[in-house]
């Protein structure tokens, strides 16, 4: 089911970020990718909007547990939303797959990432765990 702007308004209030009009359709473009997505991505999609609205948009986004970043290598830094409406929570960590071939960066949302033990008094908020290879696509496979 498609997310209307006032689901999108919601929230963003919830996550406590003012609903305004730039804010709602990065939010919305975002959801509509379905994957990982990058600054230049989200600048194509939403194009005539400035670049740095859109970058401190995706800052504050992720400042707000609305979406996680992921380095895949590539020298772009990827995004991908949170489930939940927007609750990126330490549950929700999962691996994430590089495609050497197509070079698209997909969540493995049912690959969780393995549980490190840190030393006493750590405490994780981000991990990020990255597998590169090639794609079902690319190989060939579209189970």
């Known amino acids: 089911m498609k997310m209307t702007y ?3 308004a919601e929230i963003l209030a919830k996550h406590g970020i003012k609903p305004t009009a730039n804010r709602l359709l990065v939010f919305n473009a975002m959801k509509e990718t379905g994957h990982t997505f990058s600054l230049n991505d989200m600048e194509e999609e939403l194009f005539p909007m400035d670049k740095s ?3 401190r948009t995706l ?3 992720q400042e ?3 979406i996680h970043s992921i380095e895949d290598g590539s020298g772009s830094l990827k995004y991908c939303v949170c489930h939940n ?3 990126c929570t330490p549950e929700e960590f999962h691996c994430h797959f590089y495609c050497e071939e197509c070079h698209q960066t997909f969540c493995l949302e ?3 990432t393995p549980v490190v033990p840190v030393p006493l ?3 994780v908020r981000e991990a990020n765990y990255l597998l590169k ?3 079902a696509k690319c190989r060939g496979n579209y189970d």
Do not use: A, K
């Open 53 to 55: 609205t859109i970058f």
């Open 59 to 61: 800052v504050l986004f």
């Open 85 to 87: 409406n927007g609750d």
């Open 121 to 123: 008094g750590y405490s």
């Open 6 to 8: 006032r689901d999108g």
């Open 64 to 66: 707000r547990h609305l």
């Open 133 to 135: 290879g090639v794609c």
């Open 110 to 112: 049912d690959v969780h």
